[in-house]
């Protein structure tokens, strides 16, 4: 099929056809997804509240809301298998950029509202265009992880197209403690209302980290964190699970 570009609010994903692209746009699409083998990276810095406030449409309230500094959220992610409604898993990678905030439903052990979305995986990019997540499609999005013991060096890049371009680099710690069930929302808001990625896991596995994250300070990004590094000061986190179950759709709440 034709493959065709669309250009979103500065985000980019291909899609397989103009009209089905025009098609997605007019209706919310929900889906589900069934990952297995994940590994992923949380972590969490200070940005200023009035600057991150500008960011999140009303409807949402900031962690931080009434206070001088409100978190941002930064997760990288590698899945050994994402298999779309039920399809055949294939790998893929994901990084996610938003801020933290109060839990709109009252669901969830962490809610996120949706800044920036990358992934490799073209069938999960187009889903969430369907979703009306502003996705960007990132082919060579670059998820580089290498145990020595129980240690293991970490290197995720999010090259062009993506944008702002970013890079999470340092080191990891297997998990070492007993698994806890976890349950985490990332919204986005559209125009037929507030949808919901919801990922819910059984069996967490938290391990620690001491990663960075690295972008140009002139980028919306770096607008935001006040420079071309985060050092995540809040939270540090390296996590393992084995499945996890996503559900992604209209949420109003």
């Known amino acids: 099929m034709l493959l065709a570009s669309v250009f979103t609010a500065g985000c980019a994903v291909e899609a397989a056809d103009p009209e089905i ?47 001088p500094v409100t978190p941002i959220v930064v997760r990288t992610s590698h899945a050994d298998g994402i298999s779309v409604n039920g399809g055949t898993p294939t790998p893929g990678s994901v990084v996610q950029v938003g801020l933290a905030v109060v839990p709109p439903d009252g669901t969830g052990d962490v809610n996120s509202y949706t800044l920036w979305y990358y992934t490799d995986h073209a069938l999960l990019a187009y ?69 919901k990625q919801s990922t819910v896991i059984s069996n967490l596995f938290f391990g620690g980290a001491d990663a960075t994250l690295e972008t140009r300070a002139q980028n919306p990004l770096g607008t935001l964190i006040g420079g071309s590094t985060a050092e995540f000061s809040v939270l540090d986190s390296y996590n393992e699970f084995p499945t996890a179950d996503v559900t992604v759709g209209l949420s109003p709440f």
């Open 21 to 67: 692209t025009a098609e997605a746009q007019q209706e919310i699409r929900g889906f589900s997804l069934s990952l297995t083998n994940v590994v992923e990276t949380i972590g969490l810095d200070l940005v200023p509240t009035d600057e991150a406030d500008a960011l999140v449409p009303e409807e949402f309230v900031l962690a931080g809301e009434g206070g």
């Open 127 to 195: 889903k969430l265009l369907q979703a009306g997540f502003l996705v960007q499609y990132v082919p060579s999005l670059d998820y580089d992880l290498a145990f020595s013991g129980g240690v293991g060096d970490l290197h995720v890049s999010v090259p062009f197209p993506g944008y702002p371009r970013l890079v999470v680099d340092g080191t990891v710690a297997t998990p070492s403690g007993p698994p806890a069930p976890f349950v985490a929302n990332w919204w986005v808001s559209t125009w037929q209302g507030p949808v």
